[in-house]
Structures are given as C-alpha cells and as structure tokens.
C-alpha cells in the first residue's frame, strides 16, 4: 500500500508540473475534466485512486500522452525510493 501511496502522491505532482507548464489552474483543469474542483484537489494530492478513463481525461485536457505523465510519476516514485 505504501509504494501505491507513493506512485499516487508522485502523480500528483506530475500533474501539477503539467499544469504550471500549461500555465492551467485547477479549476479550469477540474472544468476541462467534468469534475468538481475538490475531486481535482483530492486526485493532485495522491488522496484518491484515478480510474483509467479519468486520467486518460485529464491527459487529454493537459494535451500530454498518458503515457508521459505516467513515466514522469514512475521516474519521481523511483528516485524517491533510492
């Protein structure tokens, strides 16, 4: 549970690099999504499990392959357990 934890926290934080890249805020992102802005809160802080299809979603409103942000959370989780 704890590495999940982790991988889901390190989404998190891809997810908001991504979006200070984009220069998109939460609530826009939330809106892009059709998700209330405290779902998009809880999922940017690693709280929630995302399905496939949401983060398919929020890539697609993020114009970032999931694959991307996927490697990107897997990169940070890796580094952050050395």
């Known amino acids: 549970m704890e590495q999940t934890k982790t991988l889901l926290e390190q989404l ?3 997810l908001k690099q991504v979006m200070l890249e984009q ?3 939460q609530d826009e992102l939330a809106n892009a999504v059709g998700v209330s802005r405290r ?3 809880r999922i940017l ?3 929630v499990t995302v ?3 949401r ?3 929020i890539a697609t409103a993020l114009h970032t ?3 991307v942000i996927i490697q990107r959370a897997e990169a940070l989780a ?3 357990g050395e």
Do not use: C, I, P
């Open 12 to 14: 998190g934080v891809v």
């Open 23 to 25: 220069y998109k805020g």
């Open 39 to 41: 779902t998009m809160n």
């Open 45 to 47: 802080n690693g709280d």
């Open 51 to 53: 399905t496939y299809d």
């Open 55 to 57: 983060l398919t979603s």
């Open 65 to 67: 392959r999931l694959s």
């Open 78 to 80: 890796s580094k952050e």
